[in-house]
């Protein structure tokens, strides 16, 4: 299978796999403190000549910028200057997005704070991340009566998997950061289309959907389970194993026994699998023009988020849609809080 043919930005799709990805492409989030990068005109250029070579490397490049208030400014100005992208492959920021956790697949891993937004999709994701994404159209598998064909779905699922495996292997990013971290953490991010006309058109309510979504993550899970039992488990987790350093004797052998079984039985080759963007979940009604955000509950399902909306909103509405998205990521933290204690 090759999957060096499209970049990240590109939709098409054939009926036998997902939209393949170029890593070269790959969006990159960073994230800089003005205070640095300015304190002398030797690291100026030296950040100035990495960053155009990154930028050479990618169409999509968002930088969040952090520091003291004029030197943010400043260098902000700099940046815009010089690299001079266009308006959807560059983002230089200077005020952080509200951070959405980014959650792992493998409850032996620790929870991430998404406080960079990765261009074009707009997730929340942890600054210079490795991520393959990929997207997964529900409507696609409809049959002409409305239902879905899960085997089909399944058998999606899978390819994507295994592509991805495939392209972590051979893939050269952008930035050292992401290749290591491609190496630790092998992310994907399979974003859901299709849910509004799942609700709105073919009447599916939003219990149903749950258990559509659930299925679909524990479905990405299983394969990932599998790849794991076939290589070997993520690197990220291999390394987590807390009997490191530890003087050897019974403590030791029973806290290696004990890790050993947790690592078997939730071991994932992939640190993150699902996303889940608003901009998938809310939508204007056709019938009477309304926004209908009854499907933000489905977030929770999510390992990793996008809170933006490209929606044209009016203040009661943005509002309103703010107020929703909140309570939904609170209510999808909870869940992760409750599941690790379980």
């Given at each position: 299978m090759n999957w060096q043919a499209s970049s990240a930005g590109d939709e098409a799709a054939t009926s036998n796999r997902g939209g393949g990805f170029c890593p070269r492409n790959s969006p990159v989030a960073l994230r800089l403190v003005a205070d640095r990068v300015l304190a002398t005109p030797a690291s100026v250029v030296r950040h100035t000549d990495r960053l155009l070579v990154i930028a050479s490397t990618t169409r999509h490049l968002s930088i969040l910028i952090e520091g003291s208030t004029a030197k943010r400014h400043r260098l902000a100005d700099h940046l815009n200057n010089v690299l001079q992208g266009d308006a959807g492959a560059l983002r230089v920021s200077t005020e952080p997005q509200a951070a959405s956790d980014v959650l792992p697949r493998c409850p032996l891993l620790s929870i991430e704070r998404g406080d960079c937004e990765w261009s074009r999709s707009r997730l929340s994701v942890p600054p210079e991340t490795a991520w393959f994404p990929e997207r997964l159209v529900l409507t696609e598998y409809l049959s002409g009566e409305g239902v879905l064909d899960r085997q089909r779905i399944a058998d999606a699922i899978d390819r994507i998997v295994d592509a991805a495996e495939a392209c972590f292997d051979t893939a050269r990013w952008p930035t050292p950061g992401m290749q290591q971290d491609a190496w630790m953490n092998r992310r994907?991010?399979?974003?859901?289309?299709?849910?509004?006309?799942?609700?709105?058109?073919?009447?599916?309510?939003?219990?149903?959907?749950?258990?559509?979504?659930?299925?679909?993550?524990?479905?990405?899970?299983?394969?990932?389970?599998?790849?794991?039992?076939?290589?070997?488990?993520?690197?990220?987790?291999?390394?987590?194993?807390?009997?490191?350093?530890?003087?050897?004797?019974?403590?030791?052998?029973?806290?290696?026994?004990?890790?050993?079984?947790?690592?078997?039985?939730?071991?994932?080759?992939?640190?993150?699998?699902?996303?889940?963007?608003?901009?998938?979940?809310?939508?204007?009604?056709?019938?009477?023009?309304?926004?209908?955000?009854?499907?933000?509950?489905?977030?929770?399902?999510?390992?990793?988020?996008?809170?933006?909306?490209?929606?044209?909103?009016?203040?009661?509405?943005?509002?309103?849609?703010?107020?929703?998205?909140?309570?939904?990521?609170?209510?999808?933290?909870?869940?992760?809080?409750?599941?690790?204690?379980?």
């Open positions: 994907l991010a399979v974003s859901i289309a299709g849910y509004p006309v799942l609700h709105e058109q073919h009447r599916y309510t939003l219990s149903a959907l749950h258990q559509l979504t659930g299925w679909v993550s524990a479905r990405l899970q299983a394969r990932s389970m599998w790849q794991a039992s076939r290589r070997r488990p993520l690197p990220a987790i291999l390394g987590a194993d807390p009997t490191r350093g530890m003087p050897g004797g019974e403590l030791k052998d029973e806290w290696l026994r004990r890790w050993q079984g947790a690592v078997d039985s939730t071991a994932v080759r992939h640190r993150n699998l699902l996303a889940l963007e608003v901009d998938s979940l809310v939508y204007r009604s056709a019938a009477n023009g309304r926004l209908n955000t009854d499907l933000l509950p489905l977030i929770v399902h999510a390992d990793v988020t996008s809170a933006s909306c490209s929606l044209s909103l009016t203040e009661d509405e943005r509002h309103n849609l703010t107020q929703s998205v909140q309570a939904s990521l609170q209510q999808r933290h909870a869940l992760d809080q409750i599941a690790k204690h379980v």
